[in-house]
């Protein structure tokens, strides 16, 4: 364990950025002996990870902590710098963490828990104007009231409705689907919603100006009812998609490196920073969001809008695209033994009701990985 306890002290000095050029070495080596050691060390480089950890430091007592940190080395107190008290006590939830994982891997060697990664479910939550929420859930039948007690949405059978809301003023809400989640709505001019996993959707409980506007955020399939009066916009962090009554699925996740609309059917404008490129029907939009490069193309359509279906489908996607897809409907953490192996592809159609531990069987029979799952951790590496 020694040895192990060097290596943490090691990588924390990574990141506070005062490693050696002699101990960085050390790190990658120690990295390249085997699969585990790259999915601890990519575990605790985790931004997720780091902020779990700084939540653990936050509960507890910090000066004692410093204490025992600090003490053996006859440190005195009061000549340190107030940063490294609290980096030292930082790094104790930190090891603490990975020791646990450790005696996890010694106590149960062979098992997995992946039987407990079930596949999402219809849940949701509603955000009024006033902040108050409503959480939906597969078997929830809720109304939803604004402030004034108004009801202006009712939710039945995992599909929230504001069809034929009445109100006089500009009122927002919103809807969250968590990871593991997804749902629909119906807006109040009928148009039909489908939200995947890890999305956001801010709307009008009624639209009363001279267009139809939503702000989303994550992946959304919408059937726009016609109104060639009103026209129909969704807005992204980086785009704004305009049509009168179509069909088209939207994917804007702040995780990805890029943004897509696909047209099913109808016409849309697809416009950034005051450009627009028209898509007609199997034809795809993709913004590259590093440099802001739009390419229109060709597309089977159905690889883009299963999923509202019930149905995942993938053609040869490499397996780090896969893997976030997954990750957000499985709610589960992909990591990868090096960048090569996220590059392979994945060709197949998977029900959604797939269990997961199926899932990553599929993918190990059908390409050349070998994928190890801890708890909701899920390492892939290439078979030599």
């Known amino acids: 364990m020694e040895d192990l306890k060097y290596i943490y002290t090691l990588i924390y000095k990574q990141l506070v950025h005062s490693i050696t050029d002699d101990e960085q070495s050390v790190v990658d080596n120690w990295r390249k002996q085997n699969s585990r050691n790259e999915l601890l060390y990519q575990r605790v480089v985790d931004q997720k990870s780091i ?74 939550m509603v955000v009024l104007s006033d902040g108050s929420t409503v959480e939906l859930a597969n078997e929830s039948s809720a109304i939803v009231l604004e402030e004034d007690g108004k009801v202006v949405g009712k939710d039945s059978l995992h599909t929230l409705s504001y069809q034929h809301v009445t109100a006089d003023k500009l009122i927002y809400n919103t809807l969250k689907i968590p990871y593991g989640g997804e749902y629909q709505m119906v807006l109040s001019d009928g148009t039909k919603v489908w939200l995947n996993s ?29 109104n060639a009066d009103k026209p129909f916009m969704v807005h992204t962090k980086h785009s704004t998609t305009k049509v009168y009554g179509t069909s088209f699925n939207v994917m804007s996740y702040n995780n990805d490196k890029v943004e897509q609309v696909t047209l099913i ?120």
Do not use: C
């Open 51 to 124: 902020n779990n950890s700084f939540n653990v430091y936050k509960s507890i007592d910090t000066d004692n902590a410093f204490n025992k940190v600090i003490a053996p080395a006859a440190i005195k107190r009061r000549l340190l710098p107030t940063f490294f008290k609290y980096a030292a006590a930082v790094v104790i939830p930190l090891l603490l963490g990975l020791s646990i994982w450790l005696i996890s891997e010694q106590q149960q060697p062979n098992a997995t828990i992946s039987e407990l990664i079930v596949p999402g479910s219809n849940k949701a």
């Open 198 to 226: 890890g999305s956001i959707l801010k709307f009008p409980v009624n639209f009363i100006s001279d267009t139809r506007e939503v702000t989303l955020q994550g992946e959304a399939f919408f059937e726009v009812a016609h």
């Open 265 to 384: 059917e109808g016409k849309v404008g697809f416009s950034i920073k005051g450009q627009q490129t028209l898509l007609l029907p199997g034809q795809q939009a993709e913004l590259a969001l590093n440099n802001s490069n739009v390419v229109l193309k060709e597309v089977d359509a159905s690889l883009y809008t299963s999923w509202k279906d019930g149905v995942l489908k993938f053609k040869n996607m490499p397996i780090k695209d896969l893997s976030k897809k997954l990750a957000r409907w499985y709610d589960v953490d992909f990591y990868f033994a090096n960048a090569a192996v996220g590059e392979i592809g994945f060709t197949g159609r998977v029900e959604k009701t797939t269990d997961f531990k199926h899932f990553m069987s599929l993918i190990e029979k059908t390409t050349n990985v070998k994928i190890s799952i801890n708890g909701r951790t899920v390492l892939v590496e290439e078979i030599n």
